[in-house]
């Protein structure tokens, strides 16, 4: 099956997707390219290359002033919806339900550039490239399976920093004893 055509049961890719509010949060440059790419389901490399595309299709050929919500059905399967902001080269996607409110999710979307932000003191396409993992924790303090779980950007990175001075220091044990076993 190619294209994201739907299933007769009303999903999509074979996989039937549990009312959860997130499907994927997606980061795309304007060229395409995936700078972050979270799915709250299990699903093959090349499954999440074609969705990638397909978002990137639509979002692209969209024009500059329209709504901020697409219906995402043949991607994503039965009543779902894509929900982006576009901030300098990149387009920042949430896959949503059709139970979620359209206006929470850009909301959210705000939280995480804020988040990112405040990280990264004003967030390029090259701090996530390059931070790949700092981006994924503050993603993770913010949505876990699917649900949101943090929508306050200082509390977000107040538990994020945790997470990274706990990192920096682990990875200080770890040289500490490489090199006093070379000894």
């Not at 074979?14 to 790419?37: C, D, E, F």
């Not at 299709?57 to 779902?80: D, M, P, Q, W």
Request: hydrophobic share 45%; aromatic share 10%; with cysteine.
């Amino acid at each position: 099956m190619s294209g994201g055509q739907l299933h007769a049961n009303g999903c999509c890719w074979g996989i039937h997707y549990a009312k959860k509010m997130i499907h994927a949060v997606l980061v795309l440059n304007t060229l395409g390219k995936p700078r972050l790419a979270k799915f709250y389901y299990p699903l093959r490399a090349e499954k999440q290359q074609d969705i990638i595309r397909s978002v990137y299709k639509v979002l692209s050929s969209r024009a500059e002033h329209v709504c901020n919500f697409v219906e995402a059905e043949i991607i994503f399967g039965y009543e779902t919806k894509l929900v982006y902001k576009h901030f300098a080269t990149l387009y920042f996607i949430f896959v949503i339900d059709n139970a979620e409110s359209e206006l929470g999710v850009l909301d959210l979307i705000q939280v995480f550039v804020e988040s990112l932000d405040r990280c990264f003191k004003n967030v390029c396409e090259l701090d996530i490239v390059y931070n790949f993992n700092k981006v994924h924790t503050i993603l993770d303090e913010m949505i876990i399976g699917g649900q949101v779980v943090e929508t306050n950007p200082l509390e977000v990175i107040k538990t994020a920093e945790e997470v990274f001075k706990q990192e920096s220091f682990a990875d200080m044990i770890a040289i500490a004893l490489k090199s006093s076993g070379k000894r």
